[in-house]
């Protein structure tokens, strides 16, 4: 017999329940198994888009001042590189640059939230981030120059390598986090991922292994609110993307992503929340990417101008600096100081762009392998012997 939906709808509650889950009865009320688990209904948010500060709360305590003042430093110089990468992009210098305008709270909030020991798993859109992490900007984009390979040692700086297909950082981020517990140590893993990748299954496998085996991993949703031109009402019909850690038994929080001192309050307590062996915890923040997709998207094509306005209403770095300010934690000469160490930044980052990538394209068949299977052998003499003839033609004329 089919099941009809009706059927279903006209079972009684009992009728539907698993045998083993608990029987509420109005002498012993059932508590709630979500409890702990569901973020709360609005967005954490210490400061409001003007910058003025919201009544204090205890659950996320305002993080010390210096660090806030280290938070503003590392944003202004991350957008001047933001800049300075898309202008790279039009020169011919670099070949496609996904910006993260908008998005600096959530890009350098994340990093100063971790320690140095910790692991930090980008996605292609989290340059910003790993240059706030302290990587040579010349390596940052070495990928995205061309180059078949990360630029940095992703050991040595704790950072795997940007992912472009979606979601696979999330079960990378559950494996290492899983094996650095397992030998002992205390290492988180931030994972980075777009609210368009969370419809994706590896960000599903992710959230459950780690929830199952306890591994120390921090899931960063920054809802943008863009997969490219899909808006997030194309996406899902959850009531925010935080809720999706309740099904694997995961705890969640949503914040502000445009407020930085509440996205490092709340990444600093999902971040304890891991270290302390209580598993993986999601957190969504709800912010805006100004810029197009990358360099190849023409965003007008699919979103109102208004609409970016009023996002830049609530931009991130002013609304700190302004806060700042109100402190007595900045003032002319320290914001000026700031602005010229993130020009010369970017200067720098301009000048070194300038030397020709050394690229040499039989490296492309290096490490694919540790035995090159015979097609893989017969593809490198085909592109052996194409450069070959290139530049037999190239000294012919
Ligand atoms: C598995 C996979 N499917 C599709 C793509 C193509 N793709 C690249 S970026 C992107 C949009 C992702 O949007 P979101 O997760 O919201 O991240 P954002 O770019 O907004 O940071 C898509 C569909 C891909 N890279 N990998
Ligand atoms: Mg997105």
């Known amino acids: 017999m089919t099941t009809t939906p009706q059927a279903v709808r006209r079972a009684s509650p009992r009728s539907r329940r698993s045998a083993d889950a608990p029987v509420a009865t109005a002498a012993a009320p059932v508590a709630d198994p979500s409890a702990g688990l569901l973020p709360a209904a609005e967005p954490v948010r210490l400061l409001d888009p003007n910058g003025t500060p919201v009544p204090p709360r205890d659950d996320y305590p305002q993080p010390p001042v210096a660090a806030l003042r280290e938070l503003y430093r590392r944003m202004v110089v991350g957008r001047r590189f933001d800049v300075q990468a898309t202008a790279l992009t039009k020169q011919g210098k670099l070949a496609v640059y996904p910006s993260s305008r908008g998005q600096e709270a959530c890009q350098v909030g994340a990093v100063l939230a971790l320690r140095d020991t910790d692991w930090v798993f980008p996605t292609y859109r989290e340059s910003m981030a790993l240059t706030a992490r302290g990587i040579d900007p010349v390596e940052v984009l070495t990928l995205l120059r061309g180059d078949w390979h990360c630029g940095y040692d992703p050991a040595a700086m704790r950072t795997a390598p940007q992912c472009t297909p979606l979601a696979t950082q999330c079960v990378h981020a559950a494996g290492l986090a899983y ?22 299954g590896d960000f599903h496998e992710g959230l459950n292994f780690a929830a199952v085996f306890k591994a120390p991993v921090v899931y960063f949703v920054q809802n943008n609110k863009y997969a490219i031109s899909v808006p997030l009402s194309r996406q899902t019909a959850a009531p925010s993307l935080a809720y999706k850690g309740v099904g694997y038994g995961v705890p969640s929080e949503q914040v502000d992503g445009n407020d930085p001192v509440a996205v490092l309050a709340v990444l600093t307590r999902a971040v304890e929340h891991a270290r302390s062996g209580r598993g993986p915890f999601l957190v969504e923040a709800h912010t805006y990417r100004m810029e197009a997709h990358t360099n190849a998207d023409d965003a007008t094509r699919y979103r109102d101008g208004a609409e970016v306005d009023a996002w830049r209403d609530r931009d991130p770095v002013t609304r700190l600096e302004t806060y700042l300010r109100e402190c007595g934690e900045l003032d002319d000469a320290a914001v000026a100081a700031i602005a010229e160490e993130a020009e010369a930044y970017a200067a720098d980052l301009r000048e070194r762009m300038h030397d020709k990538p050394a690229v040499d394209p039989m490296s492309l068949f290096d490490h694919v392998y540790a035995e090159p299977t015979p097609q893989l052998v017969e593809q490198r003499e085909q592109v052996r012997a194409e450069l070959a003839a290139d530049s037999d033609e190239e000294g012919a004329r």
Not at 179 to 200: K, M, N, P, W
């Open 179 to 200: 094996g650095e517990a397992y030998q002992g140590r205390d290492t988180v893993a931030l994972a980075f991922i777009g609210d368009g990748a969370t419809s994706e």
